[in-house]
C-alpha cells in the first residue's frame, strides 16, 4: 500500500496568511494527488486533482503542486472559511490512501 | 446540481449487518464509477471501497479491512449505489460517506460527496 504523510499536523494561522501543507506519498505516484478540505461536522470537498488542477468553483486562492513523492497545497491568503482540516488522497493505485490530515486554525 | 443523499445509517451490534444506500441525482449516475469512503469519531478520512461502471463490468474494489464483509452494489435503474455490511465490528462504527467519482489525468477521484450517514456498531 501506498503511505501518505502530511506536515503539519496541525498550524494555527492569521486571516491574510499564506499557507503552505507537505504531503508525502511512500512511492512515486506520479501526479494521481487529490486535496479535500474537510469543516467540523461537514462531508469533504474536492479542491484539486491531478496534483495541481483546480475542481469546478474551486477559488483560485488554493494552488497545489508537486509530481512523484511530494506535493504542496498552498492558500493564498487564508480567509475565515478556510479554517478546516486539509486531506492528500493518492489515487494512483488500491487502496486509495489519505494522508493523516493537516488541521488549520486560527492563530 | 450533484446531489448523493445517504441513508440507512443506525446503532447495529457487533457481528451484525447493515445496508447503506446513496441516491444520486443531477448528473448521469451510470456514466460514473462510485465510491464510500468512511470517518471514524475524531479520526480522518478512510476508503472503504470502489464500484466501476457499466462499461466496467461493475468490477469492485475494497480495502483490505472491509474486503469479504463488505460488498459495494449499484443499481443504474435507482441511480443508487449501496454498501452491505455484514460481520461488523466495533472498529467499523464510522460517518460513511459516498463519493462521484470523476476520471482525471493519472486515474479516478472523487469529486462530489454526500453528507454521510452514521452507523454505530455497539452492544
Known amino acids: 500500500d501506498i503511505q501518505m504523510t502530511q506536515s503539519p499536523s496541525s498550524l494555527s494561522a492569521s486571516v491574510g496568511d499564506r499557507v503552505t501543507i507537505t504531503c508525502r506519498a511512500s512511492?512515486?505516484?506520479?501526479?494521481?494527488l487529490a486535496w479535500f478540505q474537510q469543516k467540523p461536522g461537514k462531508a469533504p470537498k474536492s479542491l484539486i486533482y491531478?496534483?495541481?488542477s483546480l475542481q469546478s468553483g474551486v477559488p483560485s486562492k488554493f494552488s497545489g503542486s508537486g509530481s512523484g513523492t511530494d506535493f504542496t497545497l498552498t492558500i493564498s491568503s487564508l480567509q475565515p472559511e478556510d479554517f478546516a482540516t486539509y486531506y492528500c488522497?493518492?489515487?494512483?493505485?488500491?487502496?486509495?490512501?489519505f494522508g493523516p490530515g493537516t488541521k488549520v486554525d486560527i492563530k | 446540481e450533484v446531489q448523493l443523499v445517504e441513508s440507512g445509517g443506525g446503532l447495529v451490534q457487533p457481528g451484525g449487518s447493515l445496508r447503506l444506500s446513496c441516491a444520486a441525482s443531477g448528473f448521469t449516475f451510470s456514466d460514473h464509477y462510485m465510491d464510500w469512503v468512511r470517518q471514524a469519531p475524531g479520526k480522518g478520512l478512510e476508503w472503504v471501497g470502489r464500484s466501476r461502471d457499466k462499461g466496467n463490468t461493475y468490477t469492485t474494489e475494497y480495502a483490505a479491512s472491509v474486503r469479504g464483509r463488505f460488498t459495494i452494489s449499484r443499481d443504474d435503474s435507482k441511480n443508487s449505489v449501496y454498501l452491505q455490511m455484514s460481520s461488523l465490528k466495533t472498529e467499523d462504527t464510522a460517518m460513511y460517506y459516498c463519493?462521484?467519482?470523476?476520471?482525471?489525468?493519472?486515474?479516478?477521484?472523487?469529486?462530489?460527496w454526500g453528507q454521510g450517514a452514521l452507523v454505530i456498531v455497539s452492544s
Open positions: 463519493g462521484r467519482d470523476l476520471r482525471v489525468p493519472g486515474g479516478t477521484t472523487t469529486d462530489y
Open positions: 512511492q512515486g505516484i506520479s501526479t494521481s
Open positions: 488522497q493518492q489515487y494512483k493505485s488500491y487502496p486509495i490512501t
Open positions: 491531478a496534483a495541481s
